[in-house]
């Protein structure tokens, strides 16, 4: 299920599964859209993978979800359907549009040197 992004990290299988496994815990899910043939969503792949405190953190810290489909479920989308895209959502299934990357027309795209 990691298709790159970590190995070692649990992931959830589906969008909604993450959000019962976030209620439940109490963690946040984070959720990664990217496409395989994507040259940024490769990047930021790789970035994510190499770094030793993101994925401590994704594994403690988070419940974690990576799809290379788009969700049919339109608050996974706030601003459009680009990849790649990470959203989080806390507990309570609100998306926290007041976690966003640099970029205003695409807010919640990262890119390797984002990761810090």
């Not at 680009?82 to 549009?97: C, E, G, N, Q």
Request: net charge negative.
């Amino acid at each position: 299920l990691s298709t790159g992004w970590g190995d070692e990290i649990e992931w959830v299988q589906t969008y909604e599964e993450g959000l019962a496994r976030s209620r439940q815990s109490k963690k946040p899910l984070m959720v990664i859209h990217h496409l395989e043939e994507c040259p940024y969503s490769q990047a930021l792949k790789k970035a994510f993978a190499s770094s030793g405190e993101i994925q401590q953190m994704a594994k403690e810290d988070f419940i974690m979800l990576n799809l290379v489909h788009s969700s049919s479920d339109e608050n996974m989308a706030p601003d459009g359907h680009y990849v790649p895209r990470i959203l989080f959502v806390d507990p309570s299934m609100t998306v926290r549009a007041d976690i966003t990357g640099k970029y205003g027309n695409r807010m919640y795209t990262y890119e390797p040197q984002d990761i810090s």
